[in-house]
């Protein structure tokens, strides 16, 4: 049972704006920020949007976050099919004194 | 440019003790705000936080799993071992090692990951 609270799925197509959300608490994404993380299949998770809504260099703005109160959202415009990926949220957490993930959104492209 | 890379067994037996050792480049651990943390990935399963250590020796872990676990760091070497005691099946997972700056920073460079297997 993770902190953070993800669907498990979502999908869309190609060319279409889907967004995944991730709900916390207080104790975490009400007072910190949220990290997303997208693994490829077989890969090592790279960061996608720090601080609620920064991209890293290299990120296409296709990709955006957002947060307000203790959820946060991930949306994805112009979906491709290499988006097809696992994303997870995350965040540091006061109350355990370290970094909590959400349980992660499987993405597929139909 | 920062790259992280594990290594270790990949196959324990239960009870027996786990050492990964992280190696990395393109960063000091002696540098102020520097950190390296571990998540693991049971197959299948979600990201789960194991630990972290900062360049001022601070080690936070996970409660679940503070009991079992030593972080240390060897700095002129440019490593981090992560030290897991009592090791279960239910430990089975890929373990990853990651670059953190200290405060409201994501795990910005992560390692390939290793694969640990806890058999008899």
């Known amino acids: 049972q993770s902190v953070l609270t993800q669907p498990p799925s979502a999908s869309g197509t190609p060319g279409q704006r889907v967004t995944i959300s991730c709900s916390g608490s207080s104790s975490n994404i009400g007072f910190n920020t949220v990290n997303w993380y997208q693994q490829l299949p077989g890969r090592a998770p790279k960061v996608l949007i720090y601080?609620?809504?920064q991209r890293p260099s290299g990120v296409p703005d296709r990709f955006s976050g957002s947060k307000s109160g203790t959820s946060a959202s991930l949306a994805i415009s112009g979906l491709q099919s290499g988006d097809e990926a696992d994303y997870y949220c995350a965040a540091w957490d006061d109350s355990l004194n370290g970094p909590v993930f959400g349980g992660g959104t499987k993405l597929t492209v139909l | 440019q920062i790259t992280m890379k594990e290594s270790g067994p990949t196959l324990v037996k239960p009870t027996q003790t786990l050492t990964l050792t992280c190696t990395f480049s393109?960063?000091?651990?002696?540098?102020?705000?520097?950190?390296v943390g571990w998540i693991r990935q049971p197959p299948g399963k979600a990201l789960e936080w194991v630990g972290i250590?900062?360049?001022?020796?601070?080690?936070r872990y996970s409660p679940s799993l503070k009991s079992r676990l030593t972080i240390t760091k060897d700095t002129s070497k440019n490593q981090v071992l992560l030290t897991m005691t009592n090791m279960d099946p239910v430990d089975t997972a890929t373990y990853y090692c990651?670059?953190?700056?200290?405060?409201?920073?994501?795990?910005?460079?992560w390692g390939q990951g290793t694969l640990v297997t806890v058999s008899s």
């Open positions: 990651a670059h953190r700056r200290a405060g409201a920073n994501p795990f910005d460079y």
């Open positions: 601080r609620n809504n």
């Open positions: 250590i900062y360049w001022n020796d601070d080690q």
């Open positions: 393109g960063f000091s651990l002696s540098t102020s705000g520097e950190g």
